[in-house]
């Protein structure tokens, strides 16, 4: 059996998906897209209170760790990634964080334009938010981005111990800074 596709994808999270789905838009192109792990239909993705069991699942993640960490007694640390459709969406318990603005200008290449500012209109362009109308976010995109609106007892005793401790709530961690805490 031969295959001939226009464009080919690697990963099926979030990026891949939403990027497979608006190439597909287009009769003429032929999209192939490819994830290394099952389905998303576990009930640990299902559940977002489960998803920590999924953080070392050799079957729905990567199971990456940092090299041993001297000032943490030589302890690794998890780095969940996923291995399933949605990719490591599916295994976060649903969390959308694009990354920190820093972050992105440390990796500027001026060929490139790997920039914050350079990528946030196509960060924009991509999401739907339910919950944010400004300058950092989309409402019209493709991917539907909404802020969890219940709240266990447990969710909130450690948001009041934050306050207690004086940190400062952030009730938007795509907004213009990621510091502080909230759901």
């Known amino acids: 059996m031969k ?13 891949g998906c939403v990027l497979a789905n608006k190439l597909s838009e287009n009769p003429n192109n032929s999209v192939c897209l490819i994830e290394a792990g ?10 977002p209170l489960a998803a920590s069991s999924l953080f070392k699942s050799k079957k729905y993640g990567w199971c990456d760790e940092t090299v041993p960490q001297a000032k943490l007694f030589n302890r690794t640390i998890n780095s969940p ?3 399933t459709l949605g990719g490591s969406s599916s295994i976060n318990g649903m969390l959308y964080i694009r990354g ?8 500027l290449d001026p060929k490139l334009g790997w920039s914050f500012n350079s990528l946030l209109p196509y960060f924009i362009a991509l999401e739907n938010n ?12 493709k991917l539907w981005v909404e802020t969890f609106k219940g709240s266990l007892p447990t969710s909130r005793l450690f948001l009041n111990a934050c306050r207690t401790y004086g940190l400062e ?3 938007d961690f795509n907004g213009p ?3 502080g805490f909230g759901i």
């Open 3 to 15: 295959f001939n596709f226009k464009y080919i994808i690697v990963g099926a999270g979030s990026a």
């Open 38 to 47: 099952p389905r998303d239909n576990g009930l640990q993705i299902k559940i």
């Open 169 to 171: 709530e952030n009730p």
């Open 100 to 107: 920190q603005h820093q972050d992105y200008d440390a990796w």
């Open 81 to 83: 990634r996923g291995k």
């Open 130 to 141: 339910q919950d944010h109308v400004d300058q950092y976010h989309g409402n019209f995109g």
């Open 177 to 179: 800074q990621q510091e």
